[in-house]
C-alpha cells in the first residue's frame, strides 16, 4: 500500500488567536460521531427523501464528489423519481455496480484517512521532538547567554572592586595630606604673631631709634611672607576639601554601579539555575511583549567603563594635587625658616649696632662727666683768682686815693703816681680777662652738662631698644616651630 504525503513538506498552521493550545471543546466539531453517519447512509437510502440526502452530501465534500462523480448520478435521474410515472422505478435506484463502486470508495476513502491519519501522528511525533530538542537547544543557548552574562558581571565587578579599592585607599591619602595641611596653616599662626608682636613691640623704640632699620624691613617681609604662605595654603586646601568630595562621588558612583551589578548577579544566577523543574516557575502573561530595557551590551560596559575611567581620572587628579601639596609644604617652610633666619640675622646685626653705639654713648658720657668736673673746678679757680684780685685792687686805689690829699706842690704827678694808675688799669684788665674767662667756662658748663643729658638720654634710648630687640622680640622668637611641624607631621 502506497503513502501518501511527506512529513518534511508538511505544514501546521497555529492558531493565531492566542499563544497557548486551543480548548478540547474547540477541537470537537472536528470529529464526526457514528449516529451521524448512519443517519446521512439511511436517508441516502430513501430516495422519496432525496433532498436530506443532497443536503448531507454538501456536508461531506468527499461523499457527495465521490458520489456524482464515481457513481455517474446527477440531478436529473434524482429529480424523476418525484414524477408520477416513474414512481415504480424507486426501489431499483441503483446497480450492482454503483454499490460495489460505493464500497469501493468507501474503503479508498477509509484507507486515505487512515494513511492521513498516521502521517500526521509521524508528522506530530517528529514535530514534538524537533521542537523538544529546539526548545532545549534554545533553553541551553539561553542558559548560556546568562552564564556569559555572568562572566561579563563578574568581570566589571572585579574591575569596579579594584577601582574602588583604589579609590578608597587615594582618599585616605588625600585625607592625611589635608590633615597635615590643616596642621601646617595652624603652625604659622604662631610665627605670624611673634612676628605681629616684634612690630608691636620695636613701635615702642624711643626719638631717634624709631628708624625704618633692616630689622623692621625684615620684620615686615616676614609678615608678607607668612601670609602669602597661609593664602597659598588655603588654596590648596579649598582644592583639596574640593578634590575630596570628588573623589567621594567618584566612589559612590562606583558603589551604586558595583550595587547594581550585584542585584543583577544575584537575578541572573538564579535565572542561570533555574530548570523546568525548578520551583517557583510560572506563567507571566504578557511579559514577552514588554520591555523595559534602558541600556544596551554597549550602552551598559561604557557607562561601567566611563565611571571607571571618571574614577582613575579623579585620583590622577588627587595624586597631583598630593604632589603639588607636599612641594607647597616644603617650599613654604623653606621660605618661612629662611625669612626667620634673616630676621635673626638683622636682629643681631642691629643689636651688635646698639649695643656698639650704646658702649660709645658710655665712654664719651664718662668723658664728658670728667669735663664737667675739671670744668666746674677752673670755674672755681677763676672765682678764686677774680677775688683774690680785689685786695690789689682795694690797696691801688686806696693809694691813689691818700695821694690827693697830698698839699700843694706836693700833689706832684711823680713815677709811684703813673705806677699806681699803671696798676690799677692792669688789675682792672685783668680782672676783666678772668671775668670773661669765668664766663666762658660757665657757657662751657653748661654745654658739657647738656651733652651729659643728650648721652644718658640717648643712652636710655639705646638700652631700652636693645632691651626690647634681645629680651622681648629674641626671646619670643626662639619658640618658631621646626620643620617637620611647619610641614604638618606633628
Known sequence: MELMGSTLTAAYARPKTSHFLPAISTMASSYRSNQHMQAMNSSANQPWRSQAYYRSAAVIPSLSSIQRENLGLDLTRAKTAFYPSNRSAMTARYMPDDWFR?????????????????????DTVRLMQDKEQLTRRTQEATSKNIGERLNDISFWRSELNHEIHNMVS???????????????????????????????????????????????????????????????????????????????????ELERDISDKMTAQRIDDRCH?????????????????????????????????????????????????RDEIDILLNATSNEMWNQFNAVNVAFTNRMSETADAKNSLQTHLAKTIQEIFQTEMLIESLKKALRDKESPLKVAHTRLDERTRRPNVELCRDNPHHRLVGEVMEIEDTIQKLRE???????????LVKTRAALEHDLSIKANSLFLDQDKCMTMRK???????LVGYT
Open 102 to 122: 460505493s464500497n469501493l470508495s468507501k474503503y479508498q476513502e477509509s484507507e486515505s484517512s487512515r494513511n492521513g491519519a498516521e502521517r500526521l501522528r509521524r
Open 170 to 252: 587615594e582618599i585616605m591619602a588625600l585625607t592625611e595630606v589635608k590633615r597635615r595641611l590643616e596642621r601646617a596653616l595652624q603652625e604659622t599662626e604662631g610665627p605670624l604673631q611673634v612676628t605681629q608682636e616684634c612690630l608691636y613691640h620695636r613701635e615702642k623704640r624711643m626719638s631717634i631709634d624709631l628708624v625704618h632699620d633692616n630689622v623692621e624691613k625684615d620684620l615686615i617681609k616676614e609678615v608678607e611672607t607668612i601670609k602669602l604662605c597661609q593664602e597659598k595654603m588655603r588654596r590648596h586646601l579649598d582644592r583639596a576639601v574640593a578634590q575630596l568630595a570628588s573623589n567621594r562621588a567618584a566612589q559612590h
Open 273 to 321: 539555575h533555574l530548570g523546568n523543574a525548578s520551583d517557583g516557575i510560572g506563567y507571566y502573561r504578557g511579559v514577552e511583549r514588554l520591555d523595559p530595557s534602558l541600556s544596551l551590551p554597549d550602552s551598559w560596559s561604557r557607562f561601567t567603563d566611563e565611571n571607571i575611567l571618571r574614577s582613575q581620572s579623579q585620583r590622577a587628579a588627587s595624586h597631583r594635587l
Open 437 to 447: 674767662r669765668l664766663m666762658e667756662a660757665e657757657h662751657t658748663l653748661q654745654t
Open 479 to 485: 619658640t618658631f616651630p621646626s620643620t617637620p611641624r
